[in-house]
């Protein structure tokens, strides 16, 4: 009988596979049609729930996944914010976002410290994993936080900046999981003449340049597609 563990394992990766497949039809589709809302959607849905379960799976099995419990945070505050994002003029949407911003910002400590200390270890490893791998997710984390300032403190807050910020967001999170589908954990399932051949670095490549598009086709926008 499968134990608790491998049940949250398995629920983790069935889901973080559909969030892939569902993101990539958001970011791929135009921004505030019927496509990319439903995709949107799904993909909120999908990703939070495995990002909590990893971050569930990361506490239980430190050992050997603990960076999974600081990339779940991550990513369950990022596709909360990025759904805060595009309703921040709601009434009450700024209380929650400073909550999300909060736990976000605790996160972005707990990886910086964790990774400042792994460079103290002989191998410069905690739990297996490389300094760099914690930094990495504190930077991550760090442009979020940037954001989230940015979007309590500013105001108004302006339909390009606030859809910016939803696509970054969502974009962050994505990135994150096809990490881990692909290079990261996931990318044991492929044979290893795949693996070395470099290629499963390109749909992380392609997630940063559909972000950067996108960004940029937003911002030069006087009023944004999915504004409304």
């Known amino acids: 009988m499968p134990t608790p563990e491998i049940i949250t394992l398995f629920a983790h990766v069935a889901l973080g596979a559909f969030a892939v497949i569902v993101g990539a039809i958001a ?27 990893g971050a569930v799976l990361g506490a239980i099995k430190y050992e050997t996944f603990w960076i999974t419990f600081h990339a779940g945070i991550l990513g369950a505050t990022l596709v909360a914010s990025g759904v805060l994002a595009v309703r921040i003029r709601q009434r ?23 990774g400042w200390y792994a460079t103290t270890l002989p191998d410069a490893r905690l739990f297996n994993f490389a300094a760099e791998d914690y930094f990495f ?15 309590i403190f500013w105001s108004p807050v302006s339909n390009r900046h606030r859809i910016a910020q939803h696509l970054l967001r969502m974009c962050i999170g994505f990135f994150i999981a096809a990490g881990s589908a692909f290079t990261g954990p996931g990318a044991s399932a492929f044979p290893a003449a795949v693996r070395d051949s470099g290629v499963l670095s390109l749909p992380e490549l392609t997630i940063v340049i559909l972000t950067l598009f996108w960004l940029w086709k937003t911002l030069r926008q006087s009023r944004p597609l999915a504004a409304s």
């Open 27 to 53: 970011i791929g589709s135009r921004k505030g049609r019927k496509v990319h809302v439903s995709a949107g959607r799904a993909f909120v849905f999908s990703m939070g729930l495995a990002s909590v379960l």
């Open 92 to 114: 009450g949407a700024k209380r929650l976002f400073t909550a999300v911003a909060g736990l976000n910002f605790l996160n972005a400590v707990a990886l910086f410290v964790a």
């Open 137 to 151: 997710l504190f930077g991550m984390a760090a442009i979020a936080l940037g954001g989230d300032v940015r979007m």
